[in-house]
């Protein structure tokens, strides 16, 4: 199946905007949905719909049977041990928070170094530095290289055994880097310290294989793999959950309640509290159903060759720069001298382009950057040489607009 076959699967690609056919080119921020993971939530509420784990009654076997199975299907995907270290979360923001509270503030004190780097997203970046602030640790960055990569010297360099944690993205959202998380992992276990991979934007490109990696933790989200929002993954190795506390508290999560103690329930369910994200788990479930179908291989390859075809088109363009290095995912970072990224972005919709503009959550990297912000255009399965095309006039229309108004 080509992309112009897998475009099709996608119904919110079939439309126009401001008068233009839609070019959809803000996946790394969210992904679009096929029909076969619209259908399988609305399959959900129209025929099964009901609360799991609690009903022996037909549709809370339904649910919980679709439910448990979506959690059997990211097992397989990342390659986990085992089902009960697959956590379900609202997202990789969630996770992410769910090992800072849970575990880091628990077993990270004063004098242990927390270390992470400039090009982390918030989600990553935030969680440690507050853990750093609430335990009195250390807060320690790998310096990176002239094009913003992280090279395993430079990890070897800053990590101590006095590095309790290191929290590092798989693939950055601005630089499209890809980051050698398996070779930090290993010099991070050497010392003693735990790995925390920042997954959001490697699990809908990349092939992810947990043990392979060996990570401690590894967290992603649906909606960017072509699944629902509000729902995500927090894997984690199980002798490491099992130590954490749990962050949220209430109904489910919980084995036995007196009135001034509880006990919690066994894994995976320890972590889940409440009524659980239950449609979004089966919609996720049917995404990696959908992109197994495709091939992690196939889309990694069709990325590339986009990527590519991208970086060649656009360095035509005087006075267009691109950050980061020749090697990445499906993501290209720019300016553009004569124009504002927010302005490049608003002119591009009028041409019905989406692309996305601003900071990225990314500020510390913006400021290694010298910049204030940027402009990303990133692609996913369903997008063509046809889409760069569309970008690229679009962009040179925009630059001799804005020249015009300035000169």
Not at 6 to 17: H, S, T, W
Not at 87 to 111: K, M
Not at 246 to 268: A, N, R
Not at 334 to 340: K, L, P, S
């Amino acid at each position: 199946m080509n992309a112009k076959e897998i475009r099709e699967l996608f119904p919110i690609l079939n439309q126009k905007v401001n008068g233009h056919p839609l070019v959809y080119l803000d996946s790394a921020a969210t992904s679009q949905k096929p029909v076969q993971v619209i259908e399988a939530v609305d399959r959900y509420y129209r025929e099964y719909n009901s609360n799991v784990h609690r009903g022996v009654h037909t549709l809370g076997t339904l649910a919980t049977d679709g439910y448990e199975g979506a959690r059997e299907k990211v097992r397989t995907f990342i390659n986990a041990k085992e089902t009960a270290e697959v956590i379900f979360t609202r997202g990789t923001t969630t996770s992410l928070n769910f090992v800072a509270q849970g575990y880091a503030r628990n077993f990270i004190g004063e004098g242990d170094e927390i270390v992470i780097t400039e090009v982390e997203h918030h989600s990553n970046f935030i969680p440690w530095q507050q853990i750093a602030k609430l335990t009195g640790a250390t807060l320690k960055f790998i310096p990176l290289a002239e094009d913003g990569t992280i090279t395993v010297e430079a990890a070897e360099q800053t990590i101590t055994p006095n590095t309790k944690l290191v929290a590092m993205g798989y693939v950055s959202n601005v630089l499209g880097s890809i980051n050698p998380v398996k070779e930090v992992a290993q010099i991070v276990h050497r010392h003693g310290g735990v790995m925390v991979v920042d997954g959001a934007q490697a699990a809908p490109h990349l092939k992810v294989d947990v043990q392979e990696l060996d990570c401690d933790f590894f967290a992603f989200s649906g909606h960017k793999m072509a699944g629902p929002t509000g729902i995500g993954v927090l894997y984690g190795k199980r002798r490491l959950l099992e130590k954490m506390e749990p962050v949220e508290y209430g109904g489910e999560m919980i084995d036995f309640v007196d009135l001034y103690d509880s006990t919690w329930k066994e894994l995976p369910w320890k972590f889940e509290g409440g009524t659980p994200i239950i449609a979004g788990a089966i919609g996720l479930g049917a995404a990696i159903d959908f992109v197994e179908s495709i091939g992690l291989d196939a889309i990694r390859d069709h990325e590339r060759k986009l990527v590519t075809y991208a970086m060649e088109q656009l360095r035509e363009i005087e006075g267009l720069k691109i950050y980061g290095p020749e090697e990445r995912s499906g993501l290209v970072t720019f300016t553009m001298n004569e124009a504002h990224p927010h302005d490049i972005a608003t002119v591009l919709d009028t041409e019905g382009i989406a692309i996305r503009a601003g900071h990225h959550c990314c500020q510390p990297l913006m400021k290694w950057l010298k910049v204030s912000s940027t402009a990303r255009a990133s692609f996913y399965l369903y997008n063509t040489e046809e889409d760069i095309d569309a970008l690229v006039k679009a962009l040179i229309k925009t630059k001799e607009y804005f020249g015009n108004v300035f000169s």
